[in-house]
């Protein structure tokens, strides 16, 4: 795929001949002649009408170059020259030819061509029509480790968009892109055109901005497509047939297969269609099947192709009749496995192993169980139950069938529990999107500040919900309303200016390198990106959601049709990366694997919340449905990109709304994480709304003996409602806030302000926030607020003296604490809101908390 840019260079005429037709099916012929090294090419029209626009297309001895050339211009692809002419011979008019100004060049050695078509045609006319130009190529070519890709295209009206996809030798990087971004998973390399080589003209190439780059071995690409067509034009050539298929077990009802593997063509293979008959019976990855819901003693005829990742499919393999077998010959089952134990486990998965069963006529598969469920049907003796749920403990037993689908027995029932999500404490740590603005808090900052060493999740503060199609919505940038109390507020606002379009600087980006403003992927979503780079335990999940955005939850979550299609839509953009366009950001792929997961923030399924939010009696089930949906589809996902997805939620610290729209033993067996709600249990509103008249601690760990309000708040109550429903406590972390809540006209009672009248909420770090200030801001900002740490509820305070203002916080002191707590309780570990509030400080005291 190297190509060599020639340089121009006057020549001399020829006296070797290759001969050309009188006439051609192209209308043209060229004949070449050679004197020593100085080649020539006479191009001839030998009809009744001027012919305009032609090339020369041959191929030489390998080895063999062109130089020096006069009256065209060439390009050598290895062995391939191709000759196109200078301007004013590439009209030649009815019975002329190019002479005088026919093309010349010196060839480095004295040799003929080997071959030679003009506009596809034999040189001497003879020759089928050449087949039309494929619509899109893209010619490589390479000079010294500097790599570049000429896309032309072949079509009469504009390509308006394309992008590359190569793959490389192991260990070959590519970087340092002009006119285009490159992007490399593996040998694997993305190549998207920059916003002015984006569209290509008809009949045009992107010279002279065609992208370059830097590779760090001078190698070609191993393999090329365009648009996912192959770049040199030629069609792809699909994988081979199966072979040898053929059924080493069958039963009364079922026929098992096995086929050699096929070899892979233009792409790799994706699977293998399993036909029953002209009926698809099963589709699989690997080169075994089962086919099952057959009819005794019965023939069955089977054939298998595969397929590639474009869908394109193979021939047929060989035809294999199966008959199944008659139940009436044998009646006796086999014995029961023995010995079931586990051999290994995840936090989705348990691995486990038997004796074998014993029969008179054969055993042909066994039946794994969880609980009453047939989980797996393995042939061997052993199996790996996927999709499961972390730290839960499930049961599990086996059973043999035979040849005849006699079942035995069960074997000895097992009990094991799947591994924690992580090692050790999670810390979980939400990233608002809104930061980047007036808290001129960036992704960077997770990193210099130290958190993103210190945490194992972010969960990216939110995502919308389309209100017209009900569906996640992106690639929209619309504020909210400034009235908080509006309940059309969060209707289809959403930033993504902020989540992938918005350039960064290089102080701004973690990894120092600025933003051009043209790469398909910019903003918050790239710099999480990098950050995963940088720190590759953590775990990034996409929050949808939240207070204001939560309105629609009721209405997707209400039908099997809604769950689905919502759900589907949600991990099309986050997990699979399908960012819709937006300012020239954007596009299938671009976010591919920045999402380890999604973190569910409908606030509140059957319970009030933000002013307008859709509440229906049903919300409590269908929350239910929801989630179960997300981790089915999650785990479909799995079987296809071998990675496991994380479920999450956050869910609230009151029983009553617990009550309302948790069914927490069932989602339990779906969820990872319950980030349990570990705050805002008291506090007044930017608008003086919820509790302006009177302070109250926002997160105490213990009942308070001095609240006033009839329902006591506590971390601890809230933890233990989920206890009692059976929620496991390495499912549950609790929630810290890393900022205050605060009131002023707070009058001292004796109590230095706590549970005291107020006149409503303090001045806040940003105006259109009163009551609330980051922790930071809160001890920089506010004078002489003295801290006061209740020791019985554990909650900390500050006051500002009578008539003043009071603050409720969480402060070194407390998360000590509560740290300490959460390991005595057997929990998960901790999570923030928000990680903008602190510069460093209370992260500290988490990460020592949960060592």
């Keep these: 795929m190297r190509r060599l840019a020639i340089a121009l260079v006057a020549l001399a005429t020829a006296a070797l001949a290759v001969p050309g037709a009188a006439s051609a099916a192209t209308g043209l012929t060229a004949t070449f002649s050679r004197t020593g090294t100085t080649g020539k090419f006479v191009v001839a029209n030998p009809t009744t009408a001027a012919i305009s626009g032609w090339s020369i297309k041959f191929d030489l001895p390998a080895g063999v170059t062109v130089s020096g050339v006069q009256n065209a211009t060439t390009t050598q692809n290895g062995t391939k020259v191709t000759l196109t002419p200078a301007y004013y011979i590439t009209t030649i008019q009815a019975g002329r030819n190019t002479e005088p100004f026919s093309p010349s060049f010196t060839l480095s050695a004295a040799v003929d061509p080997t071959t030679c078509t003009i506009n596809g045609y034999n040189c001497d006319g003879s020759g089928d029509p050449p087949p039309p130009p494929a619509p899109v190529t893209a010619d490589f070519s390479l000079s010294g480790s500097t790599g570049k890709f000429v896309v032309n295209n072949n079509t009469d009206t504009t390509l308006a968009d394309w992008s590359i996809t190569f793959t490389l030798p192991s260990g070959v990087t590519a970087s340092n892109a002009q006119n285009g971004t490159i992007a490399q998973n593996g040998t694997t390399v993305t190549l998207t055109p920059v916003h002015y080589n984006k569209s290509v003209g008809a009949r045009r190439s992107t010279e002279p901005y065609s992208p370059t780059f830097t590779l760090s071995r001078a190698v070609e690409p191993v393999t090329c497509r365009i648009n996912n067509a192959n770049c040199d034009g030629s069609p792809d050539v699909p994988p081979t047939a199966p072979t040898n298929l053929t059924s080493p077990v069958k039963t009364t009802k079922t026929v098992s297969l096995s086929w050699n593997a096929s070899t892979s063509g233009s792409l790799p293979i994706a699977g293998y269609d399993v036909y029953n008959g002209t009926a698809l019976a099963t589709t699989v990855t690997g080169t075994t099947a089962t086919v099952t819901g057959l009819t005794p003693n019965t023939a069955y005829t089977f054939t298998v192709k595969a397929k590639d990742t474009k869908g394109t499919t193979s021939p047929a393999s060989n035809q294999l009749t199966v008959t199944t077998n008659n139940p009436a010959d044998d009646t006796t089952p086999p014995s029961a496995p023995a010995n079931l134990r586990s051999t290994a486990k995840d936090a989705g998965s348990v691995t486990l192993a038997w004796d074998a069963s014993t029969d008179n006529k054969g055993v042909a598969n066994y039946d794994v169980y969880v609980g009453t469920t047939v989980k797996a049907t393995v042939i061997g003796t052993t199996a790996k139950v996927d999709g499961l749920s972390p730290s839960t403990e499930y049961m599990f037993s086996v059973k043999a069938r035979d040849l005849y689908d006699n079942i035995s027995g069960p074997s000895n029932s097992l009990k094991v529990s799947t591994s924690d999500i992580v090692g050790g404490y999670a810390r979980v740590g939400y990233f608002v999107q809104w930061g980047i603005y007036g808290r001129q808090f960036f992704v960077k900052n997770l990193d210099t500040n130290g958190a993103a060493a210190k945490l194992t999740h972010i969960n990216y503060a939110f995502g919308n919900i389309d209100p ?3 569906t996640c919505l992106q690639g929209v940038t619309k504020g909210t309303s400034a009235n908080p109390q509006d309940p059309n507020q969060g209707d289809g606002a959403g930033d993504a200016e902020a989540d992938y379009s918005r350039p960064f600087s290089s102080a701004q980006s973690v990894d120092g390198v600025a933003d051009t403003g043209w790469e398909p992927l910019r903003g918050n979503f790239n710099q ?8 590759p335990h953590l775990k990034v999940l996409i929050s949808l959601g939240g207070w204001t955005y939560s309105k629609y939850f009721s209405d997707v979550a209400k039908t099997d049709a809604s769950r689905k299609k919502f759900v589907a839509s949600c991990l099309d953009i986050y997990l699979k990366g399908n960012l819709p366009t937006y300012n020239a950001a954007g596009g299938p792929g671009t976010a591919a694997g920045i999402f380890d997961g999604v973190d569910l923030d409908w606030e509140w399924p059957g319970a009030e919340g933000h002013a307008g939010n859709h509440i229906s009696p049903d919300d409590k089930r269908n929350n239910t449905l929801l989630i179960e949906e997300f981790r089915r589809q999650m785990d479909e996902l799995s079987q296809t990109t071998g990675k496991r997805y ?11 709304k617990i009550e309302t729209g948790w069914e927490l033993g069932r989602v339990a067996q779906s969820m990872d994480i319950f980030n349990v709600q570990g705050y805002d249990f008291h506090g007044s509103g930017s608008d003086n709304s919820w509790e302006p ?4 601690h926002q997160g105490n760990l213990y009942p308070d003996a001095d609240d006033p309000y009839p329902f006591h708040f506590s971390v601890e109550d809230s933890v233990n409602a989920y206890l009692e429903a059976g929620v496991h406590p390495r499912k549950i972390t609790v929630g ?17 302000g706590e549970w005291q009248s107020a006149t409503g909420a303090a001045p806040g770090q940003f105006q259109e926030e009163a009551g609330t200030r980051g922790y930071s801001n809160l001890i920089a900002s506010v004078p002489n607020c003295t801290v006061v740490h209740d020791e019985a509820a554990v909650a900390t305070s500050c006051f500002t003296g009578n008539g003043g203002q009071w603050w409720t916080f969480d402060d070194v002191w407390s998360i000590q604490k509560k740290t300490a707590w959460f390991k005595q309780r057997g929990l998960l570990g901790a999570m923030i809101w928000e990680m903008s509030g602190d510069t460093g400080t209370l992260m500290n005291a988490v990460d020592a908390g949960l060592k």
């Design 468 to 470: 017209v199609n009900l």
């Design 528 to 535: 999480l990106k990098k950050l995963k780079a940088k720190h």
């Design 646 to 656: 994380q479920l999450t939620a956050f869910t609230p610290a009151d029983r009553g």
């Design 693 to 696: 008249n009177r302070t109250g």
């Design 736 to 752: 810290l806030a890393f900022y205050g809540r605060g009131w002023q006209g707070v009058q001292d009672g004796g109590k230095k």
